[in-house]
């Protein structure tokens, strides 16, 4: 069965580096997204992208966020100047359509410690 | 704005016990609803969704669950847990008119003891 990708699993850096975290969707798909879970905290939508665009973000995905699809297969997240409360799990998504009941196929995470 | 509760944070049951998560939503129409498993070091697996139809949804690896309009629920339920039922679950709502992202709850550990 086809599955998302993201590497690296765990990322430790320091506070004010930017960071790159990496997704490969499944390959059909059409539709991404970045998720991220603060530790005891809940699943969090970060942003969506499309047709090279973002078509939705939350109120977390600020200036120091940026998304890219830099060839036909990759999809990144990009954290200019990390903060110690960046610190957090990662997850891509990807899915075949944008509908409310198409399901969203989570990738494994990548694990983001900012020092 | 829709938002979901799931009032356990650990649930432990013994291996052949039966399991109920809880999960209720807050949403003004009917929602669509969805539980995710995620086992250590994996991505969050789609276990089973409701959209419509039959209030009793079955999914993969033998768990079910049941939409209450009038309670504002989506408890998850399987009758026997194995000890690979060990992971996180999270309930997830999905608004069916309007934004397609879902909101998550902070998810329940569920441990089994052999």
């Known amino acids: 069965e086809p599955e998302v990708t993201q590497t690296p699993s765990h990322q430790v850096t320091q506070m004010g580096q930017e960071v790159i975290l990496r997704c490969v969707p499944i390959s059909n798909h059409l539709y991404f997204y970045w998720y991220r879970q603060i530790l005891g905290q809940k699943v969090e939508f970060l942003v969506s992208f499309y047709n090279n665009e973002i078509s939705e973000k939350s109120e977390i995905f600020d200036d120091q966020f940026s998304v890219e699809r830099p060839d036909g297969s990759n999809f990144t997240l990009k954290i200019r100047s990390t903060k110690l409360e960046d610190s957090a799990m990662y997850f891509c998504?990807?899915?075949?359509?944008?509908?409310?009941?198409?399901?969203?196929?989570f990738g494994p995470g990548t694990r983001l410690t900012v020092l | 704005a829709q938002s979901v509760t799931q009032p356990d944070i650990h649930i432990t049951v013994s291996e052949g016990a039966s399991l109920e998560l809880r999960c209720n939503y807050s949403y003004g129409a009917t929602p669509y609803l969805f539980w995710y498993v995620q086992s250590p070091g994996q991505g969050l697996q789609l276990l089973l969704k409701y959209f419509s139809g039959d209030t009793l949804v079955q999914g993969i690896k033998g768990f079910e669950a049941e939409f209450k309009r009038s309670q504002s629920s989506f408890n998850l339920r399987k009758p026997s847990v194995h000890w690979s039922d060990a992971a996180e679950y999270f309930c997830?709502?999905?608004?069916?008119?309007?934004?397609?992202?879902?909101?998550f709850g902070r998810g329940t550990s569920l441990i089994v003891h052999p």
């Open positions: 998504a990807s899915s075949a359509s944008a509908l409310g009941t198409d399901t969203q196929y």
């Open positions: 997830a709502v999905v608004s069916s008119g309007g934004s397609y992202i879902p909101t």
